[in-house]
Structure formats: C-alpha cells, structure tokens
C-alpha cells in the first residue's frame, strides 16, 4: 500500500530498536511516507534510518532534543530544505520516571514535563506554519492510558501525559478549519524496552500484568502504529481531537 506517498512524516523519540517510535516510523515508510526519525541518541536513530534504508524504504536521521525550541527551529528546517516540511508530525519522544510523590524530587518531575509534554507543545507549534500554508497535515500526540485513569506511582508521568491529552483537544479545535487534524493516542502496556527491563527486574510481575489485561496479553509496538498510520492517513480525514485508546481492554475495566 502507498496511501502516504508524497507525504513527510517527522516521528520522534524513535532510536530504540523495540520502540513506538521506531515501529511508528517503520509503518509509516511502509505506506510510502519519507520518513525523518529523531532522538537525542543521534547514533541509535542513525542506525534506526539505515535499517529502514537496507528495507528499501525512505528514511533519514538527525539528532534531536525534543525540549528545545532552537532545536525544533534546527531539525524541522533541515527537513524542508531536504524533503520538504512535514505533512505528518509524531510526537512519540517521552520518558517515565515512576516514584511515588514523597519519594519523587523536583528535578525528576520537571524532565518529564518537560520531555514528555512541553516537547509536544514545541514541536506542534514549529511544524503549524508549513501545515497552514499547504492547508493540511496530520499531528499525533502520544499520551497513554496513565494520562486517563490514576495509576500509584505515576504521578509525574500521569500529569504529563493528562497534559498531552488535553493541549491535544485544544489544539484541535484552534486549527481544526484550516485543514490540520490532531489527534492522541493512549497505550496501554506495550512489549517495549521499557517494559522488557521492567520485567526483568520483577519477573513474577509478567503474568500479573498479563492477567489484568482483558486480552490476555501485552501489546506490541505494531498495536500502536497501526493505529498512528490511521490517524496519518487520508482513511481518518474527518477524525480531530480525538483520544484513541490501544490497551486490549485494561482501561474499559
């Protein structure tokens, strides 16, 4: 399928080999996109391009700190210059550092506001100006299930992706006229590198989580791409605003 030939797709936060981002940009390219993965970790996500480029598909890497504003200015104008801007920006970039609030300090709550909800403010407003002036374009926002139900342990996290949620529908709304879909998406335990150390540190908690999970089971980082190759797509040019939850059943409980 090519349903995304001709477009740009920006997706960040994609250096990790087992990642949503990764898997993301993979989907995209898939369906025909030019795709630009970013990450701080510059190495990684040049691997992660040149993966995709041995698979015949359209990929570039640049390094990239998704908190900074002259860092956004940088990476999206080298895009333009090289591929033409963005037609599909995928703020995936986040981190979770899971402390209950006594035992979580000052330092370690401002970073994930600042990577996982300030990045997706900056990089929505410096990709807007191409996107209006074509009249069209496609944002995705990962938020996660912790950003619709309370989890102990999470509130840093929680608050961040709550954030993520809400900036989402109200963005919406502002550009909704002039062509420009946004929308989240909310994961639910996904099978990443994250959760794969996670594990490997409590073994005993795997077939707890699976257990609480309607599905029996965890997802894959596919799950979530499918779902943000739909968003990008023309297949949901009448979707804004909306939150779309990919979770095999954990928050209907």
Same mark, same amino acid.
């Given at each position: ?6 477009? #740009?797709?920006?997706v ?6 087992? =990642? ?11 369906l ?30 640049? &390094?990239?700190?998704? *908190? ?14 090289? *591929?033409?801007?963005? %037609? ?5 970039? =986040?981190?979770?550092?899971l402390? !209950? *609030? +006594?035992?979580? %300090? +000052? ?19 410096? !990709?807007? +100006?191409a996107?209006?002036? @074509? &009249? ?13 139900? &309370?989890? +102990?342990?999470?509130? !840093? ?5 709550? =954030?993520?949620?809400?900036? *989402? @529908? ?11 879909? #946004?929308?989240?998406?909310?994961p639910? #335990?996904i099978?990443? %590198?994250?959760?794969?150390?996670? $594990?490997?540190d ?6 707890? $989580?699976?257990?609480?999970i ?8 596919? %799950?979530? !791409?499918?779902m943000?190759?739909f ?5 949901? @040019? ?10 095999? =059943?954990?928050?209907?409980?």
């Amino acid at each position: 399928m090519t349903i995304l030939q001709g477009q #740009v797709a920006l997706v960040t936060g994609a250096a990790s080999a087992a =990642g949503l981002g990764f898997a993301t940009a993979r989907k995209l390219a898939q369906l025909g996109a030019t795709v630009w993965l970013t990450d701080l970790a510059e190495a990684a996500v040049t691997d992660r391009a040149a993966e995709l480029n041995t698979a015949g598909l359209n990929a570039h890497a640049l &390094g990239h700190d998704v *908190t900074s504003a002259e860092a956004w200015a940088s990476v999206l104008a080298t895009i333009e210059q090289e *591929t033409g801007a963005p %037609d599909i920006l995928v703020n995936n970039a =986040g981190i979770a550092v899971l402390h !209950a *609030t +006594p035992d979580l %300090d +000052p330092i370690s709550w401002q970073r994930q506001i600042d990577v996982n909800l300030t990045s997706v403010y900056l990089g929505c407003r410096a !990709a807007l +100006p191409a996107m209006r002036a @074509k &009249g069209t374009g496609s944002i995705v926002n990962l938020s996660s299930v912790a950003g619709l139900v &309370g989890i +102990p342990g999470a509130s !840093a996290y929680a608050a961040s992706k709550g =954030g993520v949620r809400l900036y *989402t @529908k109200a963005l919406a709304l502002e550009v909704a006229r002039e062509g420009i879909r #946004v929308n989240s998406v909310h994961p639910g #335990v996904i099978w990443t %590198d994250m959760q794969q150390v996670a $594990i490997k540190d409590n073994p005993d908690q795997y077939d707890a $989580i699976n257990a609480s999970i309607p599905m029996g089971r965890m997802g894959e980082p596919d %799950d979530i !791409a499918e779902m943000i190759a739909f968003l990008a797509s023309p297949a949901s @040019k009448y979707v804004t605003g909306g939150e779309f939850v990919v979770d095999g =059943g954990l928050t209907a409980q």
